[in-house]
């Protein structure tokens, strides 16, 4: 194996309470970004928040990250990351985002990766995307009262990828 080689993903290890917003106060796309690179800067791996910004809203340029079924996957890829940075916020009321199905979205879940990393990047990005393909886990992320909750939901989704393996 490589040295820092990450074999398998595991969104537990990157997800922490301090990282977790349940309640994101703006109101459209460009709000919920600035916000949750707010959330990012509480974290000591990501020291600057204005790239990580720069570097989301030049990927939304691409095509929106808003991969439907009420979630998006806001992310970018940033020298001045010293770790991968992963982010939940979620705004009850939805918000258009400009997702591919049209519908609002409720669920972000946001990555800062060090620009060299790109294929682990990738690899976390397909984590939260299989996650939120199942309609159940979206709806009780949609429902969880405390951040406590919400790293169990992903925790026991682990769990159950694991078995099926």
Do not use: C, W
């Amino acid at each position: 194996m490589k040295k820092n080689a990450r074999p398998e993903v595991d969104l537990t290890t990157l997800l922490k309470e301090k990282l977790i917003q349940l309640e994101l106060k703006g109101n459209d796309k460009s709000a919920i970004l600035e916000e949750l690179v707010e959330i990012a800067g509480r974290s000591k791996r990501l020291v600057n928040k204005k790239a990580f910004l720069k570097a989301m809203i030049e990927r939304e340029a691409l095509g929106s990250t808003g991969i439907g079924n009420g979630v998006a996957v806001p992310h970018g890829k940033i020298k001045q990351a010293k770790d991968f940075v992963l982010v939940f916020g979620r705004k009850t009321s939805g918000v258009d985002f400009g997702a591919l199905d049209g519908e609002k979205t409720y669920l972000f879940f946001s990555l800062a990766s060090p620009e060299e990393k790109v294929g682990f990047h990738l690899k976390i990005l397909s984590e939260i995307s299989r996650m939120v393909k199942d309609k159940f886990v979206v709806e009780q992320l949609k429902k969880a009262r405390d951040k406590k909750e919400i790293i169990k939901i992903v925790t026991d989704f682990k769990k159950i990828k694991k078995a099926d393996v």
